[in-house]
């Protein structure tokens, strides 16, 4: 069945040093890619999504792009501030009504 | 436009006990998922409900129904409550059934506590 493995958290940044949260997939068609956001003691929100191969999603300095070749979906961002605490979820979703199959999120402190 | 709203925040059940938990999608959305959050297993798939149709089901026992209303509104029902339930319960709704075309829009969940 489909899956989502993201890196093991929790991750602790500087302000303004460079992030990436990996995360890599198997699915059985060509789904698309999302990274969600959850900040303390809030639902999650939608950060980015890439349709298809080579597509690069990208919000608030955010970027993911899609990687079909190496089955990848990893999410970067130059340079963190405090305000970018919080809990990410790599997801995706295969055929058009299929529920989304999250990972099991990477929290992520930055620190001033 | 008002977002996703899920009733209560908190609960305190007892095991044996019952539970329903609300949530109103936003308006003009007509797909509700549920999912459950907890630390050890992260965001598991309850179940969606579009037009007050059950069009998707996870792997979670009999004890976990749901249902949703001519308005949209869907609740989730869990009987027989167990330790294990103890978990922050998320409502997201969208235009359109599924994930994959439009985005899930997440209510701040129920955190409900099983002693």
């Known amino acids: 069945g489909n899956s989502v493995t993201q890196m093991e958290g929790p991750v602790t940044l500087s302000e303004e040093a460079f992030l990436t949260i990996n995360c890599t997939y198997t699915?059985?068609?060509?789904?698309?890619l999302f990274w969600y956001v959850q900040y303390p003691g809030e639902g999650l929100q939608l950060l980015l999504k890439?349709?298809?191969?080579?597509d690069k999603g990208s919000n608030k300095g955010f970027e993911a792009t899609y990687r079909k070749e190496t089955t990848s979906f990893h999410l970067e961002k130059g340079s963190v501030q405090v305000s970018d605490s919080a809990v990410y979820f790599c997801?995706?979703?295969?055929?058009?009504?299929?529920?989304?199959?999250f990972g099991k999120g990477t929290r992520l402190s930055v620190i001033a | 436009k008002a977002g996703v709203t899920q009733t209560p925040r908190y609960l305190i059940k007892t095991r044996g006990q019952q539970v329903t938990l609300s949530c109103s999608p936003i308006s003009g959305h007509r797909s509700v998922s549920w999912y459950q959050q907890t630390p050890g297993q992260g965001l598991q798939f309850l179940f969606e409900?579009?037009?007050?149709?059950?069009?998707n089901k996870g792997n979670f026992p009999g004890r976990f129904s749901g249902r949703q209303f001519s308005n949209s509104r869907s609740e989730m029902n869990v009987s027989t409550l167990e330790l294990g339930d103890s978990a922050l319960y998320l409502c997201?709704?969208?235009?359109?059934?599924?994930?994959?075309?439009?985005?899930?829009?997440f209510g701040n969940g129920t955190r409900l506590t099983v002693t």
């Open positions: 890439a349709t298809k191969a080579d």
């Open positions: 997801a995706l979703s295969d055929l058009g009504n299929t529920p989304l199959v």
């Open positions: 699915a059985t068609g060509y789904p698309s």
């Open positions: 409900y579009f037009s007050e149709t059950q069009r």
């Open positions: 997201a709704s969208s235009p359109t059934s599924g994930g994959k075309n439009s985005p899930l829009h």
